[in-house]
């Protein structure tokens, strides 16, 4: 383990959130290197996530839809030319579904300049400048827009775009295209942080192969294979991805001893869960990864062998990551494998809700070995 990525300092040491989504004003005053939230089903654990893709993406409107989207925030809108379109329900980003002058939401660390602040600007009120290159009269009535800010920096994106004015651009500029999709004049744009993610489902095989791919013939198959060695109860030998033009890519497993491989998802989803999120963590370098419901297909017999994974993933390749449970197993596993390293930098935090206002309970090291034994309301 390299103490350089290990003492690398946290993208988010602590977290404030104001105004987004489901979450009016949410401050922890201390993030680890690895971070379990827990808490009852609908008190906010997932919309914390959702916050920080936000920030790691800079606040580009693709992350945006992308938060929007996955949770089904799909609306008929009307665009700045009167068209009719469908796309991501903007006004559902703030805090009470509001899109009004003096929406805003801002994520970043406690106090820190290095906060991301988005604010809804009404079309009679835009004055900014569209950020990247348009056509001439692109824009033929005011723009509702959306004002980011982040280090002392400003810019704007537009709230909607029709499809005739998306295909449009395709034909004529290849850079507003790019912006569309909030990808735009990257090197003028605040750099992203790279940000992996894994819901409670499984990861798709196209998406395993990709990060498989990336770490084949590394150093690193070995680390993987020992991630998943304890939900197989026997010797794993190697793996590989096999597959060609008539049969789709995906994992096989060479056990040793026996003639043929075996596809990894004969050993369950305790085996694909650990396997996925152990490439994550070795193609997250220097960024984020969250993992949603991170109990999913992990026995409880081997809780702790999947946080001592992960503690020592992140440490090494400076992943910062937050994950979250409703699982009592869960916060158990991890709270015995914190307390029994003295390195390890691990933080819980129960996240609370009451009718509109939403807290955190910090548990310091010292209350883990308590945590690990009390069954701390949770479910």
Same mark, same amino acid.
């Given at each position: 383990m390299s103490p350089e990525k290990t003492h690398s300092p946290l993208h988010l040491p602590s977290l404030s959130i104001k105004g987004f989504r489901g979450i009016k004003d949410l401050s922890i005053s201390r993030l680890g290197r690895v971070t379990l939230l827990a808490g009852k089903n609908s008190v906010g654990k997932t919309t914390v996530l959702d916050a920080v893709r936000v920030y790691a993406a800079r606040g580009r409107r693709a992350a945006l839809s992308e938060v929007l989207e996955r949770h089904g925030e799909i609306a008929d809108v009307t665009d700045h030319q009167g068209r009719k379109m469908v796309g991501p329900h903007m006004e559902a980003i703030f805090h009470g579904r509001d899109a009004s002058e003096k929406a805003s939401f801002s994520i970043g660390s406690n106090g820190d300049s290095d906060q991301l602040a988005c604010e809804a600007i009404p079309?009679?009120?835009?004055?900014?400048?569209?950020?990247?290159s348009y056509p001439p009269n692109f824009f033929e009535t005011p723009v509702r827009m959306l004002k980011i800010a982040l280090q002392n920096e400003e810019y704007a994106i537009p709230w909607y775009f029709s499809p005739l004015a998306l295909s449009f651009k395709i034909a004529r500029n290849r850079r507003i295209y790019q912006y569309?999709?909030? /990808? %735009?004049?990257?090197?003028?744009?605040? %750099?992203?942080?790279?940000?992996? #993610?894994?819901?409670?489902?499984?990861?798709?095989?196209?998406?395993?192969?990709?990060?498989?791919?990336?770490?084949a013939l590394t150093d690193v198959e070995k680390k993987v294979v020992d991630a998943?060695?304890?939900?197989?109860?026997?010797?794993?030998?190697?793996?590989?991805?096999?597959?060609? #033009?008539?049969?789709?890519?995906?994992?096989?497993?060479?056990?040793?001893?026996?003639?043929?491989?075996?596809?990894?998802?004969?050993?369950?989803?305790?085996?694909?869960?650990?396997?996925?999120?152990?490439?994550?963590?070795?193609?997250s370098l220097d960024g984020f990864l969250l993992i949603d419901e991170a109990e999913n297909g992990i026995h409880h017999s081997v809780q702790r062998h999947f946080w001592r994974m992960?503690?020592?993933?992140?440490?090494?390749?400076?992943?910062?990551?937050?994950?979250?449970?409703? %699982?009592?197993?869960?916060?158990?596993?991890? #709270?015995?494998?914190?307390?029994?390293?003295?390195?390890?930098?691990? /933080?819980l935090v129960r996240i609370e809700r009451k009718d509109d206002e939403i807290w955190a309970v910090e548990y310091s090291k010292d209350d883990l070995n308590v945590a690990a034994e009390q069954d701390i309301e949770v479910r």
């Open positions: 079309p009679e009120n835009n004055t900014a400048e569209p950020y990247g569309v999709y909030g /990808a %735009s004049a990257e090197h003028e744009m605040p %750099s992203q942080i790279l940000c992996e #993610s894994v819901g409670p489902e499984r990861l798709e095989n196209d998406r395993v192969v990709a990060l498989w791919d990336a770490i998943i060695q304890p939900v197989v109860d026997q010797e794993i030998e190697r793996i590989a991805i096999i597959g060609n #033009s008539d049969h789709e890519r995906q994992v096989w497993i060479k056990i040793r001893g026996q003639a043929f491989p075996v596809p990894l998802t004969s050993f369950g989803d305790g085996a694909l869960r650990l396997f996925g999120v152990a490439l994550l963590l070795f193609n992960i503690l020592n993933a992140a440490a090494e390749n400076n992943v910062q990551v937050l994950a979250t449970t409703h %699982s009592f197993d869960c916060i158990r596993g991890f #709270s015995q494998t914190v307390a029994e390293r003295e390195d390890a930098d691990g /933080a």
